[in-house]
């Protein structure tokens, strides 16, 4: 009988991409994937170390599992348990000494070694650990076969690390420099992703705008290229691609913008400050104004685009003018949804040993007045889709019979009763109501069922 598998995925999408390959890796060897860490033989926890909180919530969750491995070991059972992901990558042995009851540990480019690590594991009374940069590409070494249904709306790994190293950021330490996968390889996976239900692609990079990955007409292909001819898969209905950095987001991907109606007019570009001293002091390599002329670019040539930012208040050194400078930049741009952190030092980053670092109460009030600004913005973007008539790709059932959630080419998630239709349908809707974090929406047989034009419309908060 197979053994059960249960991974849980912390952090960024790219962890959740990560896991589903994990789990491609270990289904050849006698797993199957569980949903409930209870019944499972091994749980490998997928962390993220991105900010103190993140990292602490992984020793909790060990504890809680060196627990149930007792009442197993209890019971005449075993559990294996495993980390993975950016903690694993960053602490390494030292994990190893908080929580000697771990049996693997693997970084993020090593976890196609998996079954290896586990039998090495099996015939030892140490724990496994590989946390390696390894000159083979995990991409190259990974089954093609997926050990689950992609879902109607996918991920695609294009590019991995970081050069950019901002003085806040861990990424480039924990997944090493930026590497591009070759575009063959991508626009194969992307090809198996549709043939088993995908119908939107986000290509996925920590730095994904830096993408450069060897043509197959021997040449070096930019992002955009690449969204050109993902674009022409049929079936594949929408493409998204995240995170990027302002920096990288040159004339060419602009224009993909403008031309290529697969791609959805929705933007994650993190800005992180409007503040040029602050920008200078976390290393961001653009001042604020860059930014906006980006998003004026942007706009006109897609204007419906809408924008989804990341902002961190209290880095070290900055002060309320510098605060304000973020609010006005916000006031001006206007996003649809952003993200927002207070600065959490993190070892062996320079803005971490920095002077002027900020107490934690004026974090906590800056926080929670951005915090306000862009709940209003999103509010305001929301309610302006109430009346208006979208294409919404159907991606799972709801919680009430006939009912379906999916998302607009905007990103927000959508109810609407369909009982004719099923996930991956790109159906027309009315939306007929703005919630939180959702609308709610009726279908209308004559409405659009394709993307937009890119060159009509406005986004709702522009
Ligand atoms: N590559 C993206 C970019 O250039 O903006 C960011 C990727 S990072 C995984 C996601 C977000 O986490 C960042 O945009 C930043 O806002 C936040 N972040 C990273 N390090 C942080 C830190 N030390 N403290 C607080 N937030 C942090
Ligand atoms: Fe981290 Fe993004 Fe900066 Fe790279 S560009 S160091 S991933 S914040």
């Not at 050109?228 to 998204?240: C, F, H, N, T």
């Not at 803005?351 to 999103?378: C, H, P, W, Y």
């Not at 302006?384 to 009912?403: I, K, S």
């Not at 279908?443 to 419309?457: E, K, L, M, R, T």
Request: hydrophobic share 40%; proline share 6%.
């Amino acid at each position: 009988m197979a053994k059960k598998l249960f991974i849980k995925t912390y952090g960024c999408q790219m962890n959740v991409y990560d896991s589903g390959r994990m789990a491609d890796a270990l289904v050849p060897h006698g797993y199957a994937v569980t949903d409930r860490a209870d019944d499972a033989d091994l749980v490998i926890l997928n962390t993220c170390h991105i900010r103190e909180k993140a990292a602490e919530k992984v020793y909790s969750e060990l504890g809680r599992l060196q627990q149930l491995r007792r009442r197993r070991q209890e019971a005449g059972d075993d559990l294996l348990i495993g980390v993975a992901g950016c903690v694993a990558q960053a602490e390494g042995a030292v994990l190893l000494e908080r929580a000697p009851y771990v049996d693997i540990v693997v970084g993020p480019q090593s976890y196609h070694r998996l079954p290896e690590l586990l039998h090495r594991r099996a015939r030892s009374r140490n724990a496994a650990l590989d946390i390696d940069f390894p000159l083979e590409s995990k991409f190259d070494r990974l089954p093609e076969e997926m050990a689950a249904a992609p879902g109607v709306a996918a991920f695609l790994t294009v590019q991995e690390g970081c050069d950019k190293f901002c003085t806040f950021c861990v990424v480039p330490y924990t997944r090493g420099v930026e590497a591009s996968r070759p575009a063959i390889a991508i626009l194969a996976e992307a090809r198996r992703l549709v043939a088993a239900g995908a119908r939107e692609i986000t290509l996925l990079g920590q730095n994904v705008n830096a993408y450069r990955g060897a043509g197959p007409d021997g040449r070096n292909w930019d992002l955009a290229r690449l969204i050109r001819a993902l674009a022409e898969i049929d079936g594949l209905q929408r493409i998204r691609y995240t995170t990027s950095h302002p920096r990288d987001l040159g004339p060419e991907l602009i224009a993909a913008h403008g031309e290529v109606a697969k791609l959805m007019p929705f933007l994650h570009l993190p800005v992180q400050s409007g503040s040029d001293r602050i920008l200078s002091a976390m290393n961001r390599r653009h001042s604020a104004d860059e930014y906006r002329r980006t998003i004026e670019r942007l706009r006109r040539a897609r204007p419906d685009i809408a924008l989804s930012s990341d902002f961190i208040v209290g880095f070290p050194g900055e002060s309320d003018g510098d605060f304000r400078a973020t609010l006005a930049l916000v006031e001006e741009i206007g996003f649809a949804q952003a993200f927002s952190f207070k600065y959490s030092p993190r070892p062996g980053t320079p803005a971490a040993s920095m002077r002027g670092q900020v107490n934690d109460r004026i974090k906590t009030e800056r926080l929670a007045e951005l915090q306000a600004l862009l709940a209003q913005q999103s509010d305001a973007f929301q309610q302006a889709t109430v009346g208006r008539t979208l294409p919404v790709l159907l991606e799972r059932p709801g919680r009430y019979p006939g009912q379906l959630v999916g998302r607009t080419p905007h990103l927000q998630a959508v109810h609407v009763a369909a009982p004719d239709a099923g996930p991956g349908d790109l159906i027309g809707v009315l939306i007929t109501a703005s919630h939180a974090h959702s609308l709610a929406a009726e279908p209308i047989a004559s409405a659009p069922v394709v993307a937009p034009d890119p060159q009509q419309g406005r986004a709702a908060c522009a």
